[in-house]
């Protein structure tokens, strides 16, 4: 099984007709994802051929949706139109909404996840939600099934770990030292302040997925996320979970990288995250790699 996307997901791509649009839905066709169209406003009723595949093109989601039945939606929108792209997929009610888009204002972010939430609590059935993952992030994959994003298709293969992570390019390096024993799904949540999908949403998918065997999450510096993951970890997560903290080298008050990830004093950093997560048996490596070590080890231990 998957967490949140499988083969069958039916995928459309805001901002298809964009050059990263047109770039990455190509990546995502060619790693087998049903991409079933794109939404441009304006240029509704054109259609798009993707090396051999002609997807049209509608104006809104709620046009895509009718059409095509669309379930999920990757936005790849320049920052200034991602706000209107999101709530426009919210308003069609579409499932999972997948912003890749880099440098969203936090305003922005936070109108569009405040909008989700009043749907979610009007929708008031579990079978309507609303998800949003991102903004910022790498995407989902489920390896041999479907790409929603930018990960690349080809560093791992369908297994027994579900990843979950802030950073975009520590899920690709997790992704591919343990190749051998592959993936779920990894979930690239993005390390901006506001995101839509947390640590703790993918922990509980993966706790209840049976073919989960074990999981990684990467966490980073700044805010406390990761604190409160442990928490739940410790009260709900039986499967063995092993840890990565980015920035245990960063300067107190510098941003590092991601908008999210600053320390002020005491609070949010990688030290304080570690013992966090330690304390609650989640095993904390010194590098990815070291993290990946740690994680073959449980793994070769099972058998």
Same mark, same amino acid.
């Given at each position: ?6 083969? *069958?997901?039916k995928?459309?791509?805001? /901002?298809?007709?964009? @050059?990263?649009? %047109? =770039?990455?839905?190509?990546?995502? +066709?060619?790693?087998g ?6 939404v441009?406003?304006?240029?509704g ?6 090396d ?5 093109v ?8 009718s059409?095509t ?40 972010a936070?109108s ?22 991102g ?6 994959i *489920? ?5 929603? /994003?930018?990960?690349? @298709?080809?560093? %791992? =293969?369908?297994?027994?770990?579900? +990843? ?36 703790i949403?993918?922990?509980r ?7 989960t ?22 009260e ?10 980015a ?37 904390v490596?010194?590098?990815p790699?070291e ?13």
């Amino acid at each position: 099984m998957t967490i949140f996307v499988d083969e *069958s997901t039916k995928v459309i791509v805001q /901002g298809m007709t964009g @050059s990263e649009g %047109t =770039k990455h839905t190509k990546r995502m +066709l060619k790693a087998g994802t049903n991409v079933v169209g794109g939404v441009t406003p304006g240029k509704g009723g054109q259609s798009v051929d993707m090396d051999g595949k002609t997807l049209p093109v509608f104006n809104t989601v709620a046009e895509a949706i009718s059409a095509t039945g669309a379930n999920a939606s990757v936005v790849f929108v320049p920052p200034k139109f991602a706000k209107a792209a999101v709530i426009d997929a919210i308003d069609a009610n579409m499932p999972l909404i997948v912003v890749i888009t880099e440098g969203i204002p936090v305003h922005d972010a936070a109108s569009f996840y405040a909008h989700a939430l009043a749907k979610n609590k009007i929708n008031n059935n579990s079978k309507n939600q609303i998800r949003i993952i991102g903004p910022n992030c790498p995407g989902i994959i *489920s390896p041999g099934k479907t790409n929603l /994003g930018i990960i690349p @298709s080809d560093i %791992t =293969k369908a297994g027994v770990i579900g +990843l979950v992570s802030k950073s975009g390019t520590l899920t690709y390096q997790m992704m591919y030292e343990l190749r051998d024993f592959g993936f779920t799904t990894a979930v690239g949540i993005g390390g901006d302040p506001i995101i839509g999908t947390t640590h703790i949403d993918c922990l509980r998918a993966f706790q209840d997925d049976p073919n989960t065997k074990a999981i990684v999450m990467i966490g980073e510096i700044g805010g406390d996320a990761e604190e409160r993951a442990a928490q739940f970890i410790k009260e709900y997560v039986t499967k063995p979970v092993v840890g990565y903290v980015a920035g245990f080298t960063a300067p107190e008050g510098k941003t590092m990288g991601h908008a999210g990830a600053i320390v002020s004093g005491s609070s949010g950093t990688a030290i304080a995250k570690q013992k966090a997560l330690e304390a609650v048996g989640v095993k904390v490596g010194k590098t990815p790699s070291e993290t990946a070590k740690l994680m073959r080890q449980i793994l070769e231990s099972k058998g």
